[in-house]
């Protein structure tokens, strides 16, 4: 069974633009959570997303955004980047049963610079 | 609120020696525990998983982990280390039912042949 995939693996933007990661799961999975890596904050949750809904929220703000497909397939948007976005966003994905607590397999994620 | 403390930034062991990572967690409910490793550029691997019954849980790589109620510790343990467990370790806790795993700060394990 193919793993989670991540596109792109490397970006590179400017401050001010907006950027769209995506992330497909792994096949009959329908969870999807997205997760900030720096240096400073450490592995932080920013959002899950279940049945095309969002199930779960961090402590993000605003510009952060998501959405899921219906083949589950997610997207995540960072609008108006700032330097301090620069950071490695990885994706996780589980079969979403409600109650139960899950494994959670990661992609490779993709690896963001804001210049 | 969920939180985890890795208390070791570094480790250096030598190949062949064993290894203890540390992890102690705060969660007011069972919690439910994972080690993940990262290697530089990777994502995150799963090792182990602890959700309840035998506290000592055997993980993939020759990793084991002993959940510590008491102690509120889950330690991964590797009795001889391999060159190729040089990487980044992360003990993370999790709840039922809500998919945002809690991550500790990582340890960077280096080998010395």
């Known amino acids: 069974k193919a793993g989670v995939t991540q596109t792109p693996r490397y970006l590179i933007k400017t401050r001010g633009q907006q950027v769209t990661l995506s992330c497909s799961p792994i096949?009959?999975?329908?969870?999807v959570s997205w997760y900030q890596q720096t240096p400073g904050q450490g592995l932080q949750f920013l959002f899950e997303?279940?049945?095309?809904?969002?199930?779960n929220k961090g402590n993000f703000p605003g510009r952060f955004s998501g959405r899921q497909f219906s083949n589950s397939r997610s997207e995540m948007n960072v609008s108006t980047l700032e330097l301090g976005d620069s950071a490695l966003y990885l994706c996780?994905?589980?079969?979403?049963?409600?109650?139960?607590?899950?494994?959670?397999?990661f992609g490779p994620g993709t690896r963001l610079l804001v210049l | 609120a969920q939180s985890v403390t890795q208390p070791d930034i570094h480790i250096t062991v030598s190949e062949g020696a064993s290894l203890e990572l540390r992890c102690n967690y705060s969660?007011?409910?069972?919690?439910?525990l994972f080690w993940y490793v990262q290697s530089p550029g990777q994502g995150l691997q799963l090792l182990l998983k602890?959700?309840?019954?035998?506290?000592l849980v055997q993980g993939i790589k020759g990793f084991e982990a002993e959940f510590k109620r008491s102690q509120s510790s889950f330690n991964l343990r590797k009795p001889s280390v391999h060159w190729s467990d040089a990487a980044e370790y992360f003990c993370?806790?999790?709840?039922?039912?809500?998919?945002?795993?809690?991550f500790g700060t990582g340890t960077r394990l280096t080998v010395i042949p």
């Open positions: 096949s009959g999975h329908r969870s």
């Open positions: 993370a806790v999790g709840a039922t039912g809500a998919n945002n795993l809690f």
């Open positions: 602890y959700f309840s019954g035998d506290t």
């Open positions: 997303y279940f049945s095309e809904t969002q199930r």
């Open positions: 969660y007011g409910a069972t919690p439910y």
């Open positions: 996780a994905s589980s079969q979403g049963l409600a109650g139960e607590l899950e494994t959670q397999y």
